[in-house]
């Protein structure tokens, strides 16, 4: 195996440890059913219940950001993230069974503090998730996760 191949691996295991970024709080898991019924009345997407998560933020210079909102308008105001979860408990597209993993897309918009919304699913995050900053690199290899 190639350095550079080793030290991507190495990057990723560090991005998703559980232990990485600072703590956040998500909804009550006690409250699942009610969060899933609020994420239905927003729209009609597809949900997934997420714990374990992760929330990435993508830390970009001025000129990156431009070109990202350009391509993507439709970006939340607050930032460039996307989540990960290694405990998914449940999906309404059965695609991720419980207990897989996710990687979402961008944030488009964040309601009630914890379901996050991309264009296309809408993600309920229960319990406790951390925030980690990320650089378009570390961006580009957790895009590279299959």
Known sequence: ???????????IASLIDCKLGHPITGGNESQIEQLIATAEKLNHKPIRVLKDWKRFE??????????C???EPELSKDGIY??????????????????????STFLIALHNQCIFETPNTNYILVGNGREVKISLEEYYLLMSLR
């Open 1 to 11: 195996m190639s350095n550079n191949l080793n030290q991507q691996l190495k990057t």
């Open 58 to 67: 993508l830390c970009l210079n001025e000129e990156d950001e431009q070109l």
């Open 69 to 71: 909102r350009e391509q």
């Open 82 to 103: 996307l989540v990960y979860s290694h405990n998914v408990i449940s999906d309404s597209t059965f695609m991720v069974p419980a207990g897989g993993w996710v990687r």
